[in-house]
């Protein structure tokens, strides 16, 4: 009866080109349905891929700053140690200038390089630029003297040295530059 429907709506066409219509259409749709179907799997895959690259990313920054950590967790612990080597540089440059306290200078000069030592183990370096290019990034510059024995913007004395852990700066070196003689 659909059939008749079909031949009594439209009695010019044919049954088999009514089919063909019907079957046209269904084509289009899934033609349609697979090319939506790719669009959202190409956006899909896009997706995944960027998710993939950003999990990576964040991969590896945690791990450079957990290896950070590891390296400079004992900043702190350094910044609060200076000042005992600072003071242990006092006590053998003022024992080595008193009278008969020779032997007291030794130990303690002893002790300062056992102390420093220990800190080089843990990548501790000491900057001490006595005579060095005054370098702005390494140095705190305390005050500049006309010397004309020196060179002009070097380190003629150094009043603290400096410090490096792993490469990085924890204490600067305070100095004191020559200039040249004003003339």
Known sequence: MAQDQNNHD????????AEAGIQDSGEEVAAEAQQT??????ELKDQVLRSLAEMENVKRRATRDIENAHK??????????????DSLEKA???AEQT???K?????????????VDTLSKSGVEQIDPLGEPFD????????????PAAEPNSVMDVMQKGYLLNGRLVRAAKVIVAK???A
């Open 103 to 115: 032997p007291i200078a030794e130990g303690v000069a002893l002790s300062l390089k056992l102390f």
């Open 72 to 85: 400079f967790a004992v900043e702190k612990l350094l910044n609060d140690l200076f000042p005992v080597v």
């Open 92 to 94: 053998v440059e003022t």
């Open 99 to 101: 009278e008969g306290a």
């Open 180 to 182: 040249a003689p004003d």
């Open 37 to 42: 179907d790719a669009a959202e799997i190409a």
């Open 136 to 147: 702005p990034q390494m140095h705190e510059a305390m005050t500049m003297v006309p010397n």
């Open 10 to 17: 439209n009695p010019d066409q044919p049954e088999d080109q």
